[in-house]
């Protein structure tokens, strides 16, 4: 495809969306399966039913402009389900694996969110309102994806991932929050 206008650009960006979506559909129930803590289980399990809603509102804004749901590869979808892939092949305590599970799935949700809000904003820019607020509502989604797995990960899967290792941590000053926000 020729990226002659922003349009054109818009339209190959959300093929690579809704490729990274269909790629994670594929995914995350193998996430959900290789998580041992249940309320890790259930989020995986419960984004993959946002996920279908996602890929369901892409289809309406393909519909909308006329082209074919069709994806293009997105290869950093592939590249980060493929590192996630490795994890589950790694001889992992369980809570080290779900505190791996989650950093592989924070990836895959702030590469999302960077994708869903340039297509949001060139929806905005083309006049395509319906479909840009459809795709705030996917960012929205993923950005409380991403804030409750910053909190499993804050509050349990990483404090028992830190318990459960077999070596002693080092020696460090004041006790800092094990999770992925600084």
Known sequence: MSLGSLHDLYVEELRDLYNAENQLLKALPK???AASDPRLQAAFEEHLEVTRGQVDRLDRIFKELGERATGKKCVAMEGLI????ELLEEDAEPAVLDAALISAAQKVEHYEMAGYGCVRTYA?????EAAARLLQETLDEE???DHM?????ETVINVEAEEEGDEPAPKRGKRQKAGTRR
């Open 31 to 33: 996430m959900a399966k």
């Open 82 to 85: 493929e590192e996630g892939k």
């Open 124 to 128: 905005r820019l083309l006049g395509y």
């Open 143 to 145: 950005g409380e994806a």
């Open 149 to 153: 797995l910053t909190e499993l990960a």
